[in-house]
């Protein structure tokens, strides 16, 4: 299941992005052939994946509550699929459920480089900055198997006065406080959907409980990707040595990828990157 189409989820255009990495994380996606989405309720931002504060009753009301966990009743075997009664227990707001079991994966739209970017997103020299496109990013996930990937530009508004649509479950995720429009996000999003929301089909005993899994969800996923599909050049960072620089092409050739490695093009001729690259180890 590659990238799709969701009504909620737009691009304006194919514009350039970046993604700002440890080489240590570069190396894993390439060594995975994957990117990491981690779960929205593992962020920083406490509105991530909610809803503007004006929304906020929607989160409790008992109408859109679900279940944790369901406790099989009765079983009753029906030919070669069993099926139960069964009860649910110990509730969750669906707003809490999709913060649990979205994934997300993020880039930045920008024609060039930023150095505050650069400053936010690390805060070592050993930095890479991966950069694509809009149409790379829904194109390396052709071969993808795992989940429909859902890809859109965040919008930003003031989470005390607005509000955002309601039609979905979705929207909270491409909606952040103004604060964070410097970032110009653009995001993949993937979702794990209970596939056991009814626990019928299981055949399960009487008194086991069945989870549910809207809490029981890793911390992120590994999201399989086409690397030189997705990868147009990286850069690294303005402080990175020689030797890393060298390094890393090595082991890049080893893996059959055809990418290009440059310095950042912050480097060139700002005084706060004057120190010596080919000195630090």
């Not at 350039?16 to 989405?37: G, H, T």
């Not at 979702?191 to 299981?202: C, F, N, V, Y």
Request: proline content about 6%; aromatic content about 12%.
């Amino acid at each position: 299941m590659p990238y799709s189409e969701h009504p909620v989820f737009q691009t304006r255009s194919n514009k350039k992005i970046w993604r700002y990495i440890s080489i240590p994380q570069l190396l894993s996606i390439i060594e995975k052939n994957s990117l990491w989405f981690t779960r929205s309720d593992r962020f920083d931002d406490p509105y991530e994946g909610r809803l503007p504060k004006n929304q906020e009753i929607l989160e409790d009301s008992s109408g859109i509550r679900l279940p944790e966990w369901a406790e099989i009743k009765q079983h009753m075997g029906r030919k070669n699929r069993g099926t139960a009664n069964w009860e649910p227990v110990n509730e969750v707001s669906e707003i809490e459920a999709y913060r649990r079991i979205s994934f997300v994966n993020s880039w930045h739209q920008q024609e060039e480089e930023l150095d505050t970017l650069w400053r936010a997103n690390l805060n070592t020299p050993f930095g890479a900055a991966i950069k694509s496109s809009t149409e790379k990013l829904k194109n390396s996930f052709s071969q993808c198997d795992q989940h429909d990937v859902y890809i859109g530009e965040v919008n930003y508004i003031d989470f005390d006065d607005d509000s955002i649509p309601e039609r979905n479950r979705l929207y909270p995720f491409i909606y952040k406080r103004m604060g964070f429009s410097q970032e110009n996000e653009i995001r993949a999003v993937v979702t794990s959907l209970p596939h056991k929301d009814h626990p019928e089909w299981k055949g399960r005993v009487p008194g086991e409980r069945v989870s549910l899994e809207w809490n029981n969800q890793p911390p992120g996923m590994y999201i399989d990707i086409d690397v030189n599909m997705l990868v147009e050049e990286v850069r690294i960072s303005p402080t990175t040595s020689d030797w890393v620089k060298d390094t890393l092409s090595d082991i890049i050739s080893k893996y059959g990828l055809d990418i290009p490695i440059e310095y950042s093009s912050l480097a060139a001729g700002l005084g706060q990157y004057s120190m010596d690259r080919n000195d630090v180890y």
